[in-house]
């Protein structure tokens, strides 16, 4: 038998170079066959604050400007006031009299205003329909030749709140223009013909300043809902945005008060600001610059 050791020298080497492609082939299939990780989806990024965006807007000086110009030209001003006319005092009055009225009686005064009383048919609207009585009904005269907020806290013989039944009288319970008078609803009780006049606040006004607060709700800046409940402002909707709950805690800790309330909206409308924990009514022109800086939402409930 003959053999061939070339032939078997290079079957050899043949099969030696098909194991190492072989084995190459496979260990490279081994090293990349395979999907690789991804890494970890980071977290996404809070949504932004849009409302508390546009409100810091709100409280850039051109911004605010802007804002006044507009809202003198809707109320139908003449003319806007300037930024000194904006941080002008506003000239309070506070008198408690703790005195009676009666109606038909004599009226009280005060720097601002005359106060008396009467009765008058008044109907009050049931869920049975519609129940007309006597009221005693509190007329409030703006004696002053310019606009004035004011503030009076009464009380009815007996418990105030057997007097919550009763009619309204639509009137502006916030403020009043030149010489306007207005009447509001104190009580319906029978028999009842007099009321105490506890406490009288008055606040004078600019023009604009007197479109602005009168925008206000009463009971959202602390006033007594019984007799204000026939709240309507003279020009605009009332404002929704009022932080009535910060603005009630703070007053019941002696931190704010009307004047501070009614100070404030005077220079910012309530369509745009919100009233800021902390402020306080100004002691002289140009005491602080406008509009008043505070932290966005500081003041919410």
Not at 84 to 110: F, N, V
Not at 117 to 122: G, M, P, S, Y
Not at 169 to 177: D, G, P, Q, R, Y
Not at 271 to 288: H, T
Request: glycine content about 8%; hydrophobic content about 35%.
């Amino acid at each position: 038998m003959v053999t061939d050791p070339q032939g078997s020298e290079r079957r050899f080497q043949w099969l030696v170079g098909v194991l190492a492609v072989t084995l190459l082939i496979g260990g490279l299939y081994l090293r990349f066959d395979y999907e690789p990780r991804l890494p970890r989806r980071p977290n996404r990024p809070p949504p932004a604050d849009v409302t508390a965006a546009f409100r810091a807007l709100d409280y850039d000086v051109n911004v605010y400007r802007a804002g006044i110009e507009k809202d003198a030209f809707d109320v139908g001003l003449p003319q806007p006031p300037s930024m000194g006319e904006l941080g002008d005092l506003l000239p309070y009055d506070m008198l408690e009299p703790h005195r009676t009225l009666r109606a038909g009686g004599g009226s009280l005064e005060t720097r601002d205003l005359a106060l008396s009383l009467r009765t008058k048919r008044v109907s009050n609207p049931t869920a049975k329909g519609s129940v007309t009585m006597d009221h005693i009904v509190l007329r409030i005269e703006n004696r002053t030749s310019g606009h004035v907020a004011y503030r009076i806290d009464t009380r009815p013989p007996g418990d105030p709140r057997t007097c919550h039944e009763k009619g309204d009288l639509a009137h502006n319970a916030i403020a009043l223009a030149p010489r306007q008078a207005v009447e509001r609803t104190e009580c319906a009780r029978e028999g009842i013909d007099t009321l105490l006049i506890e406490r009288v606040e008055t606040m004078r006004l600019p023009p604009l300043a007197y479109y602005y607060v009168s925008r206000l709700y009463p009971s959202h800046i602390g006033l007594d809902p019984r007799p204000t409940r026939g709240h309507q402002p003279p020009k605009g909707s009332i404002c929704g945005d009022i932080p009535e709950q910060a603005i009630r805690r703070a007053t019941e800790k002696g931190e704010t008060t009307w004047r501070d309330v009614i100070d404030f909206y005077a220079r910012h409308s309530c369509a745009r600001f919100i009233f800021p924990a902390g402020y306080k009514a100004f002691s002289r022109a140009g005491e602080r610059p406008l509009p008043a800086a505070f932290s966005v939402g500081a003041a919410r409930p």
